[in-house]
């Protein structure tokens, strides 16, 4: 079960986890985006200003995916400053084929927060592989978000991109350290 905390322990570095155009804007946002869009550039401006680490994945969709390099769906919504390092990834774990560890090891980083989209899919597997390379894991329960989960009949009803978002948080085991507001993330420089 996920690890609950009200407060943690300051943190090094801040992965933003697609936040795309497709996924954040327009008729097909994922639920609640306007919140999770105040959490995540909160988290992004607080990083920065502590000197932590700010780390923006952006996912390669395949052709004719709303994520398809150079379509508009692909631009990163939250804009990256220099300084901030944006990290293009072929899969949903934010590690896999990328520089992603090389970026965070260069600099020290001992803990990180995770936050964007989708939470069952690029959050989690990005979260999951960070806690197998041993790094501490902090999880902002409103700083990530997913899409409702049509019916599938006889199969189930329709799961609310909540109850989706909860469940991730609850398969990510008792290594992660979910914390119920962004604002309770800390950071510092590592």
């Given amino acids: 079960m996920a690890f609950w905390r009200f407060m943690t322990t300051p943190v090094h570095a801040l ?10 804007s327009g008729d097909h946002a994922v639920p609640g985006a306007d919140r999770l869009l105040k959490n995540a550039e909160d988290l992004i401006l607080r990083a920065r200003s502590a000197g932590a680490v700010v780390v923006h994945l952006q996912n390669d969709g395949g052709p004719g995916a709303d994520d398809e390099p150079g379509t508009p769906g692909w631009e990163l919504f939250l804009t990256p400053e220099p300084g901030d390092h944006v990290i293009r990834k072929p ?3 934010g590690f896999h084929e990328t520089d992603l560890g090389d970026v965070l090891d260069a600099a020290g980083v001992e803990a990180l927060a995770v936050c964007g989209v989708m939470s069952e899919m690029c959050v989690s ?3 999951r592989e960070a806690l197998e390379r041993d790094y501490r894991v902090v999880l902002p329960h409103d700083a990530h978000g997913t899409y409702d989960i049509p019916a599938a009949p006889g199969i189930s009803d329709g799961v609310p991109a909540a109850m989706v ?3 991730a948080e609850w398969a990510l085991g008792d290594e992660v350290e979910v914390v119920a507001r962004a604002a309770d993330v800390t950071f510092v420089r590592p």
Avoid: N
């Fill in 15 to 24: 992965i933003v986890v697609d936040m795309q155009t497709a996924f954040v």
């Fill in 91 to 93: 899969e949903d774990d």
């Fill in 125 to 127: 597997a990005t979260a």
């Fill in 165 to 167: 978002s909860r469940v």
